[in-house]
């Protein structure tokens, strides 16, 4: 399995930016999925999971504003991010063949090589 993210950048704040983590294995249908970041000196972070079901969950900071898909047919996970802040500038990695239990997602052992994001103005 191998996961390619794409489309971060530098943005101002109130923009949009739309992510893409392509899977180029063989078990995005089956797996569940999940986009996480990491800012600066801080731990990596869940911000979206999608369920093998096609069920999705979100971290508070990012509920509302980010919405998680995902494109069966192109093999693709998106992740549309509107009413960017500052704070949400980090590297956003996708993963795959994780978890989702009782709402929580537990990730799996693939990742992409992550992409950054910067909210500036």
């Known amino acids: 399995v191998q996961l390619q993210a794409s489309g971060g950048g530098l943005v101002q704040p109130g923009g949009s930016l739309r992510l893409a983590c392509l899977d180029s294995g063989t078990i995005f249908r089956f797996a569940a999925m999940g986009w996480y970041r990491q800012a600066p000196g801080k731990q990596r972070e869940l911000v979206a999971a999608?369920?093998?079901?096609?069920?999705?969950g979100y971290a508070d900071s990012v509920q509302g504003r980010f919405t998680v898909s995902r494109d069966n047919a192109k093999n693709t996970l998106y992740l549309q991010m509107n009413s960017l802040k500052p704070e949400d500038t980090a590297v956003y990695y996708c993963?795959?063949?994780?978890?989702?239990?009782?709402?929580?997602?537990?990730?799996?052992?693939?990742w992409g090589q992550g992409t950054q994001v910067t909210v500036s103005s």
């Open positions: 993963n795959s063949g994780g978890k989702y239990m009782g709402g929580s997602y537990y990730p799996g052992p693939y």
């Open positions: 999608f369920t093998n079901g096609g069920s999705t």
